[in-house]
């Protein structure tokens, strides 16, 4: 999943004095000499890197055990709803503790669950425990990721967030390409069980690498300490931001609805190269690994282009991209022409979700940045569980080939509906922090917010 799969984290307080919020550290120094986010950088590449191994490994220990793409497509709804719930109150709980602590011991966390899993194969398949360990997972790692987000605008400032990001999107593309890779292997030659153990032990590394990781300390509101409100109270809080900013307003709607569509791509692909053109392990890996180095060519072009088209025509193109690869994805009878095709919807989507990811951090005062971070991907995938699970159960029945066409064609019209929202405006991402920070200034409404604003 890494997902807009991209994975986000800040640890704790032995930091240097507090630098204004937003602002670029040390006098805008090039990402290639800060220490602190070269160890950060570092981390999340050796997590993604094992966490590929998972992508591919946990799909085909289901599809080994039971031949069936839903039992597939229900593995990662589960997936899918423990990580919307854990989404509920993950701003919240981020924007209230240490969060180098927390990220720590959510690798920790995770490396101790995924290990799991491959000490009980040795006795034999137990597909109960993925839908066991996969949602307890998912949860953590939604933690890690609301932390990761709120992070790495401490580490490098307002004025370089989108080059960071995609600096760290572009290397976790890399070690998704190796890491497909290397899972088909060893997936091929030892069991899918022993791929999971190999994402077990990465989370170890990215949790050793962090004790040495420092962050800015936070200030709250003016200053002060962050206020502190009831865990409903802090979602709500990041809700009525959500409303109060037109274009991330209009993001979340879309996502919504392009979230349903695609979260189970994956799995639509691995049944594709699997079940309908008769490959192997091995060559589900390789189509991976390719399609993630779409993944790393849009993460390296983003910033720039982004800069020349503005943020509205980069996110819109992107997202009808997507739409039109996904659509054509189950017609592709060559291997090549799948890997292809999966290497350009990761490309675009890689694109559009560091758009959407940099704006949000750009516009969202530091001290509700986890609240906001929240309740966007508790809004924006309260319903792709259920998509997953009804894109598989129907492209199992149907045939991969015409859901696939009509999830990409809606996701073309997702685009299309962009134009007609404050998205179109070419510089959105120019709305000022500043405006953004006097809209959730004053404390959050005192009833829940109306079906409407949610």
């Not at 590394?205 to 800015?216: D, I, K």
């Not at 490959?279 to 390296?300: E, K, Q, R």
């Not at 022409?337 to 559009?352: H, K, P, Q, T, Y």
């Amino acid at each position: 999943m890494a997902y807009e799969a991209q994975r986000e984290g800040e640890p704790g307080n032995r930091t240097p004095p507090a630098r204004p919020a937003g602002r670029p550290p040390a006098k805008s120094r090039s990402l290639w000499r800060q220490r602190d986010f070269g160890i950060f950088w570092v981390a999340q590449t050796l997590s993604v890197l094992g966490d590929s191994f998972a992508l591919i490994a946990l799909p085909l220990l289901v599809l080994q055990a039971t031949g069936s793409l839903a039992r597939m497509g229900l593995l990662t709804a589960v997936g899918g709803a423990a990580s919307v719930l854990a989404a509920v109150f993950a701003g919240a709980l981020v924007d209230r503790v240490d969060r180098r602590r927390l990220l720590i011991v959510c690798d920790l966390v995770r490396m101790m669950l995924y290990g799991v899993i491959p000490l009980v194969w040795l006795f034999g398949p137990q597909v109960w425990l993925l839908y066991v360990v996969l949602p307890l997972c998912e949860a953590v790692g939604m933690l890690f990721a609301v932390g990761y987000v709120t992070v790495v605008r401490s580490l490098v400032g307002t004025e370089q967030l989108t080059e960071a990001n995609g600096r760290l999107n572009a290397t976790a593309a890399a070690a998704g390409v190796l890491g497909p890779l290397c899972a088909g292997l060893v997936a091929a030659w030892t069991g899918p069980a022993a791929a999971v153990g190999v994402d077990a032990a990465s989370f170890g590394v990215s949790a050793a690498c962090m004790l040495f990781v420092r962050f800015a300390p936070r200030a709250g509101v003016g200053g002060g300490p962050a206020e502190r409100g009831s865990l409903w109270q802090d979602l709500r809080t990041g809700v009525s931001f959500l409303y109060g900013h037109p274009v991330l307003r209009s993001l979340t709607a879309l996502l919504f609805v392009f979230s349903f569509l695609t979260l189970g791509m994956t799995d639509l692909v691995i049944y594709h190269v699997k079940h309908d053109l008769g490959h192997d392990d091995t060559t589900v890996g390789t189509v991976m690994a390719v399609g993630a180095l779409g993944t790393i060519t849009g993460a390296l072009l983003v910033a720039r282009i982004r800069r020349g088209l503005g943020f509205g025509p980069t996110w819109t193109g992107a997202v009808a991209v997507c739409g039109l690869a996904f659509a054509g994805l189950g017609w592709a009878r060559d291997v090549s022409v799948v890997a292809a095709l999966s290497a350009a919807f990761l490309a675009c989507g890689g694109i559009a979700g560091t758009c959407s990811m940099s704006l949000r951090q750009e516009v969202t005062p530091e001290p509700l940045l986890g609240r906001v971070t929240s309740a966007f991907w508790t809004l924006q995938y309260s319903a792709a569980p259920i998509g997953a699970a009804v894109l598989t159960w129907a492209a199992e029945r149907r045939g991969t080939a015409p859901v696939g066409l009509v999830a990409g064609l809606c996701c073309v019209l997702i685009a299309v509906a962009a134009l007609f929202t404050p998205i179109r405006r070419s510089r959105a991402a120019g709305a000022s922090a500043t405006s953004a920070e006097a809209a959730t200034s004053a404390p959050p409404p005192p009833s829940a917010p109306s079906p409407r604003q949610q």
